[in-house]
Structures are given as structure tokens and as C-alpha cells.
């Protein structure tokens, strides 16, 4: 099982950014994938989860309305769009897939949004 993100960087606020992870080693159309963020200081946090079937979605309250999750099951890959980005929203941001109550997590990506 692999999970390799792309994206993040320094915005200013207000401002967007896109993830990406990219999925291997799994049956991608049978699982759900998540985003989880760390910040500084603090625990990691659930952000927003997809079922790559079906595609229902969930988003943790501080994103809704901000962030959109979506999947591209010919890509094996999830994104995150994430606008109207604020200070509070930096943090090492981690895509996750739970295979038989194993966890698997991408390499992290650092995002940073100046004020």
C-alpha cells in the first residue's frame, strides 16, 4: 500500500490550494480515503473523508463550505481543493486509507497560510 501526496506550499490567506494522493497497492473502489492535518502543538485532526464508492463525503465543521474533497478513480487519486484558506488551517496536512483496521498514511505536506 502506497499513498503519495503532492501539493500544499505557502499561500496568503484567502487564497487556494489543491492536494493530491495518489493510491497504490489496494482496491482503490472499495475503500474510503481521508485528509487528516496536524498543526504545530496539536493532535492530528480529521479535515474530510471520501467513499470512493458511492462518494459520499464528510467534512470536519472548520471546512465546510471551504474545502472540497473529490476522487478520480481512473487516477487512483484523491484531492483536496481547499479555499478561502486562513492562519488557522497551517498545518502538516496527511491523507490516510484504513485497510483491515490497518491504517495507512501518505508522507505529509506541509501547508502554511500567511496573514
Known amino acids: 500500500v502506497q499513498l503519495v501526496q503532492s501539493g500544499g506550499g505557502l499561500v496568503q490567506a484567502g487564497g487556494s490550494l489543491k492536494l493530491s494522493c495518489a493510491a497504490s497497492g489496494f482496491t482503490f473502489d472499495d475503500h474510503a480515503i481521508g485528509w487528516y492535518r496536524q498543526a504545530p502543538g496539536k493532535e492530528r485532526e480529521g479535515v474530510s473523508c471520501?467513499?470512493?464508492?458511492?462518494?459520499?463525503?464528510y467534512y470536519a465543521d472548520s471546512v465546510k463550505g471551504r474545502f472540497t474533497i473529490s476522487a478520480d478513480n481512473a487516477k487512483r487519486t484523491v484531492y483536496l481543493q481547499m479555499n478561502r484558506l486562513n492562519r488557522e488551517d497551517t498545518a502538516v496536512y496527511y491523507c490516510?486509507?484504513?485497510?483491515?483496521?490497518?491504517?495507512?498514511w501518505g508522507q505529509g505536506t506541509q501547508v502554511t497560510v500567511s496573514s
Open positions: 490516510n486509507a484504513r485497510l483491515d483496521s490497518e491504517n495507512f
Open positions: 471520501i467513499a470512493i464508492s458511492g462518494g459520499k463525503t
